[in-house]
């Protein structure tokens, strides 16, 4: 048997080791220390779960009942398969695209959320700033907790779009719509998957109010994070895109202002009101698909409301293709509900969907560090959209097409 010759040691050269010596500047700023620590939007949201109480980071990050929609939407997105093209000239690539034929910097808008300022102090106008800079859409919530001019003041040059609820007072609702178009909002995303709340179990389970209560257990939440509640108390009380305030729950909100009787009838009426861009948001089948644009929509939202409303309801990513299909080019096709990266996005749009609707990833970045944890939010997604597109060997995404990804036939 050969012997192996000794391994020759020698003492390291100080000209040798000082390249490999490299030290790091010391960043003094600790919301952007912790926010460059951030990769993905997984690191944003493990970063807003530390920083954030937990009812208003719950209200955020749960679901409805048991949250399977939730689950099986992003299982789906992180099951699909890209089949990439090789040998194909991706030195630049232009992600932007049109979304209601207007330009988006990417193939994403900003969705509406409710009580943002409840994740965070800054808000609704931290994100449309954010939204204006990048140059992609956004949309407020009749749920928001900044009034509609004052969003629109904050960027006056963003997309702006106003997502309604219709109300049992069809009159306060046609105020809200008329003040949106007097403001410049562009769009109006009739949302319709919430004839009553659903049972979003965390909120019970917490407690929480809007605003949150001042209760034992809320006082003693003070103590793990002050700066959130310090940021809360010392600010502007919250008020609302479309009520001054509510001491009950968000499920109480929306049972007591939502109207479970509405129709087709009232989409039809909204279409003669609203002279902008019309987009409804909530469709969960072709044939829902098909009526709304046959009534005057221009785009539709395939969405199980970010699964908060009804469990187990489909798959949003699944039915793009059939819905595509089914309306052509009389319509837009936008999905949402369990995207947490620029890949996902990407799938989405080589499936059939014009544009993607993000909520949560841009609120787990908003509670990481306001303005700027928004900010890391669509940065991280602008770049993995453009890396994703470079690497499944496409300039855009006008290039994209359902040869590109292949969904598994069992989501879950």
Do not use: C
């Amino acid at each position: 048997m050969t012997e192996r010759p000794a391994v020759q040691r020698r003492m390291p050269r100080w000209s040798e080791l000082k390249p490999l010596l490299r030290t790091r500047r010391i960043e003094l700023d600790a919301t952007k220390r912790r926010l460059d620590r951030a990769l993905t939007i997984a690191d944003l949201r493990a970063i807003a779960k530390r920083r954030t109480p937990r009812a208003p980071f719950d209200y955020t990050d749960g679901a409805a009942e048991q949250e399977v929609s939730l689950r099986r939407a992003r299982a789906l997105f992180r099951r699909l398969q890209f089949n990439p093209s090789v040998l194909r000239d991706v030195s630049k690539v232009d992600p932007s695209t049109t979304i209601l034929g207007r330009p988006s910097a990417y193939p994403f808008a900003l969705a509406p959320t409710g009580f943002t300022r409840m994740m965070q102090h800054e808000g609704e106008p931290a994100v449309v700033r954010v939204a204006e800079r990048a140059g992609i859409p956004y949309a407020l919530s009749t749920m928001g907790t900044t009034s509609i001019e004052d969003v629109a003041a904050a960027a006056p040059n963003a997309d702006k779009w106003f997502q309604l609820y219709i109300w049992t007072d069809r009159a306060a609702g046609k105020d809200l719509v008329d003040r949106a178009h007097a403001a410049g909002y562009t769009t109006l995303v009739l949302t319709v998957d919430v004839p009553v709340a659903g049972a979003r179990l965390r909120d019970v389970r917490n407690g929480m109010t809007i605003p949150p209560s001042l209760t034992p257990k809320t006082i003693l939440d003070m103590g793990l994070h002050p700066a959130w509640w310090i940021n809360m108390l010392t600010t502007k009380p919250l008020s609302f895109a479309s009520l001054s305030d509510w001491p009950g729950t968000v499920a109480e909100l929306i049972n007591h202002m939502f109207d479970p009787s509405v129709t087709f009838d009232d989409l039809a009426w909204m279409r003669e009101i609203w002279p902008g861009s019309l987009v409804v948001k909530g469709i969960q089948n072709v044939e829902d698909a098909r009526k709304v644009v046959d009534l005057g929509a221009d785009g539709l939202v395939i969405s199980n409301h970010g699964g908060r409303q009804l469990d187990r309801a489909p798959i949003p990513l699944q039915l793009v293709p059939k819905v595509a299909d089914a309306v052509g080019d009389r319509a837009e096709v936008y999905v949402d509900t369990g995207v947490m990266t620029g890949a996902d996005i990407v799938a989405a749009v080589a499936l059939g969907a014009r544009a993607v609707l993000v909520g949560r990833a841009y609120l787990y970045g908003l509670m990481a560090g306001g303005e700027r944890g928004v900010q890391r939010a669509v940065d991280i997604l602008g770049n993995e959209v453009r890396r994703t597109l470079q690497l499944l060997g496409v300039q855009n995404p006008g290039e994209l097409n359902r040869s590109h990804v292949t969904l598994p036939e069992v989501a879950f």
